[in-house]
């Protein structure tokens, strides 16, 4: 998986720049000036996270745009039987995106505990995997919503097709019966 081969490639990136830090400080160079390198790969996820963290934003607004269409739907008597998920392949969808959401969530958070493993600490990383995080878990919520309202929205509208279905073949019952019956002829 990709954030699996990334998450490794920062563990091993943070390894050596803390061994080519503290070789630095053995030859007599300032720490701060040892620490430089880790401080740019930091800096460099800082910005990489910031723009998942944009994208993900993006991907929870269009999530709350699909549930302001479906609460929109239900409240109106011709939409109550429109876009009916029958094999859940949206549900199903949505919930994969909420994996891959949990996932990313997840390598951020194992990313922050390698540079703290090797005694790094940045208030701009905690920040920005913080910021990260919320709006991870804002998008799932957001996704669970919208998956509660579709299997409502569904469950009404299937049994209100169910209604208009009896209701039509009562129609057509009592229309054939109150048809009078065509005439014999004789032989």
């Not at 209100?160 to 054939?176: E, F, H, I, P």
Request: glycine content about 6%.
């Amino acid at each position: 998986m990709r954030q699996d081969r990334l998450s490794a490639h920062i563990g091993i990136t943070l390894q050596k720049l803390r061994r080519m830090e503290t070789r630095l400080a053995r030859v007599g160079m300032p720490a701060f000036l040892a620490r430089f390198p880790v401080w740019v790969l930091c800096l460099i996820y800082c910005t990489m996270m910031r723009g998942k963290t944009a994208r993900i934003g993006r991907i929870e607004q269009r999530i709350h745009s699909w549930l302001d269409t479906i609460r929109e739907l239900s409240r109106h008597e011709k939409g109550r039987t429109e876009l009916v998920d029958l094999d859940s392949s949206m549900r199903n969808d949505i919930e994969t995106t909420k994996r891959t959401l949990l996932a990313l969530r997840d390598v951020c958070l194992d990313i922050g505990t390698m540079f703290g493993s090797i005694g790094f600490r940045s208030r701009r990383l905690t920040r920005t995997q913080q910021a990260f995080v919320t709006v991870v878990d804002e998008s799932c919520a957001t996704a669970t919503a919208l998956q509660l309202a579709l299997q409502s929205h569904d469950s009404r509208a299937l049994a209100l097709l169910r209604d208009m279905a009896q209701a039509s073949g009562a129609v057509q019952v009592t229309a054939t019966a109150a048809e009078p019956a065509p005439a014999r002829q004789g032989c």
